[in-house]
């Protein structure tokens, strides 16, 4: 992720944020998902990581996912 590259299954997540990518990842009865925005200032941040047991990613998981790539946003473009 750090050097470009997408993982094998990961989906672009335009709802959380531009750049913001989903890894998906399948176990048993439930799934797994991690939303990530990589390369922003030289730095993958992992906005948010659940489980999920139905189709339908929860309402909650997507305002945090959106929440934190604004925290991330703020902190790339904040003086150093």
């Keep these: 992720m750090q050097q470009g590259k997408i993982p094998p299954g990961a989906k672009a997540v335009a709802t959380i944020g531009s750049g913001v990518w989903e890894i998906r990842i399948a176990a048993n009865d ?7 925005l990589a390369n922003l200032g030289g730095k993958v941040y992992i906005l948010h990581g659940f489980q999920k047991k139905s189709n339908q990613t929860p309402r909650n998981a997507v305002e945090t996912g959106r929440r934190r790539y604004r925290i991330a946003i703020e902190e790339s473009s904040a003086p150093v």
């Design 30 to 36: 439930s799934w797994f998902r991690v939303f990530y």
